[in-house]
């Protein structure tokens, strides 16, 4: 697998391309945000109350936090208070992911945007779920949570005649990244420890556009069956000053706008990578007949671990 794809040039010319503003009315949308309490989240959130969401939902670990991003966005925002509300959610832990989707499930009329934003990056070893961390947070609890959210997500296609959105966000890391669990005769298990684990991060971006491109689909196959239609992407939102990377980059305001992007895109997007506000190709990896490989197996994986936490999720399919 190649380590680098883009030139550097292609790289800061793309950094410094400035992203359409987003403009799209989500008057009565619902839309959830995890992480959406800091960086990249956070300027998304601001953006979806801005542009007329009737609630949105920022789900993040720490309610002190997420009151305080709350109180951030409605100060930029003062004719819309009230449309920000703050869920408790810990990616690191499958019963709280559990107890947030029944929440959801249970109490939302509608669900227009599942916008999964919030990974972890770590450069030392921390166990969670009998996982390393960043594989339980960044792959297990993230596709956990868009299955259990899909009937949601389909109830709001149906009743409202709408196509809803989930998205997940990515990282241009995953073309960096070599990989080298893919060789072992149980992905997922292989990741279970230590091994690796300055790569990790790079392996579940990667991770997260497999199988986003093998669930968008089982989703094709469902809706042929007359299950309404949900759009999932995937999206890179550049290199930015965010909690996991303070470096030089792009504002955080202006990542977002690729979370903005995804998340209102069209249905020609469903299944595909986004990276500048448009359609991109995956690495050559992603394409490629070993990644086609990988790609179906590491998905047979995820569905019988997911079993696992919640016996009957994958039939949500």
């Not at 601001?46 to 109180?71: D, M, P, Q, T, Y």
């Not at 992603?286 to 009957?312: C, F, H, M, T, W």
Request: hydrophobic share 40%; aromatic share 6%; proline share 4%.
């Amino acid at each position: 697998m190649p380590l680098f794809e883009l030139s550097p040039f292609q790289f800061f010319v793309s950094q410094w391309t400035p992203l359409p503003y987003p403009t799209t009315d989500c008057t009565d949308k619902v839309v959830i945000v995890t992480g959406g309490n800091v960086g990249l989240g956070l300027e998304a959130a601001r953006h979806f109350v801005r542009l007329n969401a009737a609630k949105v939902i920022i789900a993040c670990r720490s309610l002190e936090k997420g009151n305080a991003a709350k109180a951030d966005i409605e100060s930029t925002n003062p004719t819309r208070k009230g449309v920000v509300e703050v869920w408790q959610l810990d990616l690191a832990s499958f019963e709280s992911v559990k107890d947030f989707c029944r929440r959801a499930d249970q109490q939302l009329d509608r669900l227009d945007v599942l916008l999964e934003n919030a990974s972890v990056l770590h450069t030392k070893f921390f166990e969670r779920e009998g996982y390393e961390e960043q594989i339980t947070v960044n792959v297990l609890s993230t596709f956990l949570m868009a299955l259990l959210l899909l009937p949601a997500l389909r109830r709001t296609a149906t009743r409202f005649n709408a196509t809803p959105h989930l998205t997940i966000v990515s990282s241009d890391a995953h073309v960096v990244t070599n990989f080298r669990c893919r060789h072992a005769p149980a992905v997922l298990q292989a990741m279970r420890g230590d091994d690796d684990i300055l790569s990790r991060y790079g392996d579940t971006k990667l991770l997260q556009i497999l199988l986003a491109r093998e669930l968008a689909e089982k989703l094709d196959g469902s809706s042929s069956k007359k299950q309404p239609r949900v759009i999932l992407n995937t999206l890179n939102p550049g290199l930015c000053r965010t909690e996991l990377m303070r470096v030089f980059a792009r504002t955080t305001e202006m990542g977002s706008r690729n979370l903005l992007a995804a998340a209102t895109a069209p249905e020609d997007t469903h299944g595909k990578y986004l990276s500048d506000c448009k359609i991109w190709d995956p690495s050559r990896f992603v394409r490629s007949q070993d990644g086609a490989n990988v790609q179906r197996r590491v998905y047979a994986e995820l569905l019988e671990e997911l079993e696992k936490i919640e016996p009957g999720v994958t039939s949500n399919i």
